[in-house]
T-cell receptor, first 115, second 111 residues
Framework: NAGVMQNPRHLVRRRGQEARLRCSPM?????VYWYRQLPEEGLKFMVY????????ESGMPKERFSAEFPKEGPSILRIQQVVRGDSAAYFC?????????????FGPGTRLTVT | AQSVTQLDSQVPVFEEAPVELRCNYS??????LFWYVQYPNQGLQLLLK??????LVKGINGFEAEFNKSQTSFHLRKPSVHISDTAEYFC?????????FGRGTSLIVHP
């Protein structure tokens, strides 16, 4: 049973470009959570999605950031017009049931560097 | 609102020595408590969790933690560490499905 997959593992973007981060949940999981980890800080919740629905986006910056989890395919976290402050590690987690945080399984993360 | 404080940003220790990583939290309601380990360039792996019941929780890799409600603490312990335990450790607290993570404690095990 494959774990949570994230790609790319490393992404370099110039200021002003777009970044697309992908997350494939564990088989059988239909709930996805995105977190951001800034250097020397803990993870910060960004958004919680189910298939075709955003359940909670209270941690998402109001501008430039968006997330989706389509009926088919991976969940996508999109950052438009990236700035240096977006440089961070972005982690995805998945679970099989609604809001069961103790059943969240984390992916290896995507490390975004904005130059 | 919930918050988590990990008092030590770095804990150096010699191999085979015992270690305690401290975690205090604040919350106005019942919470779930977690410890995660993060090895370099990897995602978080759940070490152990407290949901209810016995206050002493045993996890993977020989780690255990004790929930102390009166002191609002959830310290992580291991009686004898190994070089391979060198990693970042995160305490997390949740009142629902959104966890709040501490800033992490870097455990450095020296030979």
């Amino acid at each position: 049973n494959a774990g949570v997959m994230q790609n790319p593992r490393h992404l370099v973007r110039r200021r002003g470009q777009e970044a697309r981060l992908r997350c494939s949940p564990m088989k059988g999981h239909s709930h996805v959570y995105w977190y951001r980890q800034l250097p020397e800080e803990g993870l910060k919740f960004m958004v919680y999605l189910q298939k075709e629905n955003i359940i909670d986006e209270s941690g998402m910056p109001k501008e430039r950031f968006s997330a989706e989890f389509p009926k088919e395919g991976p969940s996508i976290l999109r950052i438009q017009q990236v700035v240096r402050g977006d440089s961070a590690a972005y982690f995805c987690a998945s679970s099989s049931r609604d809001g069961e945080i103790y059943e969240q399984y984390f992916g290896p993360g995507t490390r975004l560097t904005v130059t | 609102a919930q918050s988590v404080t990990q008092l030590d940003s770095q804990v150096p220790v010699f191999e085979e020595a015992p270690v305690e990583l401290r975690c205090n939290y604040s919350s106005s309601v019942s919470v779930y408590l977690f410890w995660y380990v993060q090895y370099p360039n990897q995602g978080l792996q759940l070490l152990l969790k407290y949901l209810s019941g016995s206050t002493l929780v045993k996890g993977i890799n020989g780690f255990e933690a004790e929930f102390n409600k009166s002191q609002t603490s959830f310290h992580l312990r291991k009686p004898s560490v190994h070089i391979s335990d060198t990693a970042e450790y995160f305490c997390a607290v949740s009142e629902g499905y959104i966890p709040t993570f501490g800033r992490g404690t870097s455990l450095i095990v020296h030979p």
